[in-house]
């Protein structure tokens, strides 16, 4: 077995570093001796570095805006002497972002945010490029908390999270980190929500961008990017035919809405949940049946859960389900529907297809669960398109030049990333995608603060 490095230094390590991966690459049939050398990295098989770096090209193709940034970072070097610790999903668009930090002058340290969204050629093609990665698909629980301790062994300068399992691991492990970041970044709903609580109890020891709560990234990544990647995955997951089914969406909110959508697209009839009246209304003037899961449960063919709550379909709901019925996740934790609850009503269980678990139920009926009720658009396809990633990525990388540059003098408070921001990196978006937009005429300027002019 390689060894890993504990006594981490940045400097000594990224010597030796290039030297070390390029000949365990090229060279897999490794010696005794150099299978003692330290090495900074753990994944599944460096021989997928190939495969990975075409992912990566391709999705650099589709990422013009990140791509953009990442010229204008090379030359200033807004990211110099900064050591970025990121628990991401290990995605050919995360690579794009993580190339990007580098370019910029960071030194990067990274580990997946779900035991099985990483993809296995990405993060040997980041393995063999120098870049310290600990992730490989279908880790266990008790693994996946080994590889957020390695990415803290170099001590950060700042965090990045989705779903804020690294930064939560730095406040409750180790305080003493903390002292020396400047600030961390969170990617989505479910850590946001996670990090203003601990602010609002006083426990937040550094300065927070909630990303996700920027309107470039919450109203097209969750909207956009989680409706066509969770429809993705049900498709490679089943290959059923989406047209004539009842989808039955669990939560009406950004991600809810947009699986309702390309569900609708495709032909479903949408049912959806909810527990907000402002959404459930939303849901209803879009033109789908808005029941309480209780109802909907007998009538789904389909179940994604979309909520970042737990227990969203619960015992009472399999014992009514259609025999047949197909049930996943897309919200952030697996907790939305409680497989511990079906296994009490299982007599068998057996994989029936990648990422479909068939679960015979004592009574005969069969209930298929996709990808163990984790995120099924990462675990059972690829993620968001890159396109979308474009924007949240971009979004992030700024983030983590603001926090570089001014984190030192912000409070230890969650903050939103500048409205502004978002109008700018529209406007590069639409401009990569041939776009032109109408701007305001001087005398247009002028009526909108002129409170005088009526009728
Ligand atoms: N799959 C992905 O790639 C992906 C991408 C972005 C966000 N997420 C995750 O998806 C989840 C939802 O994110 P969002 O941005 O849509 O949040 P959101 O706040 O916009 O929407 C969540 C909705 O769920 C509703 N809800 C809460 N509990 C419910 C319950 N028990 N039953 C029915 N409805 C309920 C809320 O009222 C809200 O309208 C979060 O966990 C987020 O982190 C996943």
Redesign the pocket.
């Known amino acids: 077995m390689a060894t890993v490095i504990h006594d981490f230094h940045p400097q000594a390590f990224r010597r030796s570093l290039d030297l070390v991966v390029r000949e365990r690459y090229e060279a897999p049939n490794l010696s005794e001796k150099e299978k003692e050398m330290p090495v900074n990295y753990k994944v599944a098989d460096l021989k997928l570095a190939d495969a990975g770096r075409l992912r990566i090209d391709w999705a650099e193709s589709r990422m013009p805006v990140l791509m953009a940034l990442r010229e204008k970072g090379k030359k200033e070097q807004p990211l110099k002497g900064m050591r970025v610790a990121g628990c991401l999903?290990v995605t050919k668009e995360t690579a794009v972002l993580i190339k990007t930090l580098v370019a910029a002058g960071a030194e990067v340290s990274w580990s997946g945010c779900n035991p099985l969204s990483t993809n296995d050629e990405v993060s040997a093609a980041l393995a063999a490029e120098g870049t310290s990665i600990y992730a490989w698909h279908g880790l266990s629980v008790e693994e996946f908390y080994w590889c957020i301790e390695r990415t803290l062994d170099f001590k950060p300068t700042l965090t990045l999270d989705d779903?804020a399992d690294l930064i939560f691991n730095v406040h409750s492990k180790h305080p003493e980190l903390a002292k020396t970041v400047i600030g961390g970044t969170e990617e989505?709903?479910?850590?946001v929500h996670r990090l203003r609580a601990m602010a609002a109890d006083g426990k937040l020891l550094y300065p927070v961008f909630a990303v996700?709560d920027s309107e470039t990234k919450?109203d097209f990544?969750?909207v956009y990017?989680?409706g066509q990647?969770?429809l993705d995955g049900v498709l490679r997951a089943t290959s059923i035919l989406i047209a004539g089914k009842t989808v039955v969406v669990?939560?009406?909110?950004?991600?809810?809405?947009g699986v309702a959508e390309r569900a609708r697209g495709l032909g479903a009839s949408v049912v959806a949940?909810?527990?907000?009246p402002t959404?459930a209304l939303k849901a209803l003037l879009e033109g789908h049946r808005v029941l309480p899961?209780d109802q909907a449960a007998a009538l789904g063919d389909v179940f994604v859960t979309?909520?970042?709550?737990k227990?969203?379909l619960v015992g009472r709901h399999f014992d009514v389900m259609k025999d047949g019925a197909i049930i996943c996740n897309?919200?952030?934790?697996d907790c939305e529907i409680n497989l511990k609850d079906l296994e009490a009503r299982t007599k068998s269980k057996r994989t029936i297809r990648p990422n479909n678990e068939e679960y015979t139920l004592k009574d005969g009926r069969r209930i298929y669960v996709l990808a163990q009720g984790r995120?099924?658009?990462?675990a059972a396809a690829e993620?968001?398109p890159s396109e979308v990633m474009d924007m949240s990525f971009s979004n992030q990388y700024l983030a983590l030049c603001r926090l570089a540059r001014d984190g030192k003098n912000l409070e230890n408070k969650v903050y939103e990333l500048p409205k502004e921001l978002d109008q700018e990196l529209a406007l590069l978006k639409l401009g990569t995608m041939g776009v032109n937009i109408d701007k305001l005429t001087a005398e247009q300027i002028a009526y909108a603060s002129d409170y005088s002019a009526g009728t």
Do not use: P
């Open positions: 999903h779903g989505t709903t479910t850590g996700n919450w990544d969750n990017g989680t990647s969770s669990g939560g009406f909110g950004h991600c809810g809405r949940t909810e527990i907000k959404q899961m979309a909520t970042g709550m227990d969203v897309t919200g952030h934790y995120l099924v658009n990462l993620g968001h």
